[in-house]
């Protein structure tokens, strides 16, 4: 399971942002709008690198404290100004961070994690930051994580399927109650749309961006095959965390992960593979 993170993977998110830099130049969007994305890959995979050749003793701590850090990181919309009702954001001057996107993957760290109780407390936390999900209202991560959280839950490989299978029925449960709220938010052609605007460039459009689809899918879908069972169903956690965000773009006003314009899914793309990179070298205890 080496192959979780070759370095080829450092090409997905910047063929991601190159497809959808061409498709969108092409509609008169700036250059510029893709800065956050550029400095997020730069960012996030420095995170990565220093999370993932850290000792087995970082890896500890950090299933303990990032998920705690993480929670706390959404909890934090909520106090901030928001848009039309809407609280998603964290704003670092002219700068929009989707705190979910950014930091939400975290809590998996904590579900996959050696310990009983760092695994408790993770669980905890995702029911806590699902019903945040419903207060922002954020109809799309709510239901990315209910849907990724499903294989850690309910697999038996690191939570009892006792508890693990209710409190998955309570975060797909939450995630339908998030779809009826308002949400007055437009799309914008860059960010939720940007896949049409690929598309719309023709039969090279849909290539390059099914392609940049697959390469972001690419991690989870081979860990998914591991013989390891924990690593293959955080493969699979992977997989529909990010099928997820894509689909609820097609049904709502949900930015395109990694692909669209934003800086918060690129983070947590990088903070999802750092999750899969950690289980894989980190000895079971």
């Not at 497809?19 to 996030?44: C, D, E, K, Q, T």
């Not at 979910?100 to 669980?123: N, T």
């Not at 419903?134 to 990315?144: H, K, M, N, R």
């Not at 797909?172 to 052609?189: F, M």
Request: net charge positive; glycine share 10%; proline share 7%.
């Amino acid at each position: 399971m080496n192959k979780v993170a070759r370095p080829w993977w450092f090409v997905a998110p910047v063929l991601a942002t190159c497809v959808a830099l061409w498709a969108a130049s092409a509609h008169g969007v700036r250059p510029a709008a893709f800065l956050p994305n550029l400095a997020a890959i730069l960012v996030g995979g420095a995170g990565f690198l220093l999370l993932t050749r850290g000792p087995w003793e970082s890896h500890r701590r950090a299933e303990r404290v990032l998920p705690v850090l993480a929670c706390l990181a959404i909890a934090a919309t909520l106090a901030a100004p928001g848009l039309e009702g809407v609280h998603r954001w964290w704003s670092l001057g002219p700068v929009r961070i989707n705190a979910s996107a950014a930091f939400l993957p975290w809590l998996f760290l904590g579900v996959a994690a050696r310990g009983a109780w760092p695994r408790w407390l993770a669980c905890g936390l995702l029911v806590l930051v699902q019903g945040l999900h419903l207060l922002q209202p954020d109809a799309s991560q709510a239901t990315a994580l209910a849907l990724a959280a499903l294989p850690l839950l309910v697999g038996g490989d690191f939570v009892n399927r006792r508890v693990g299978l209710p409190i998955a029925a309570l975060l797909l449960g939450l995630a339908v109650v998030t779809w009826t709220r308002s949400d007055p938010l437009e799309p914008l052609a860059h960010v939720e749309r940007i896949l049409v605007l690929i598309a719309s460039r023709g039969v090279l459009g849909v290539f390059v961006a099914t392609a940049a689809v697959t390469g972001l899918l690419l991690p989870g879908l081979l860990a998914a095959r591991s013989r390891d069972s924990r690593t293959a169903r955080l493969g699979v956690a992977f997989v529909l965390y990010f099928a997820a965000l894509v689909g609820a773009t097609f049904i709502g006003n949900f930015p395109v992960p990694v692909i669209g314009a934003g800086a918060g899914p690129v983070l947590g793309w990088w903070a999802m593979l750092t999750v899969l990179r950690v289980h894989v070298q980190v000895p079971r205890a």
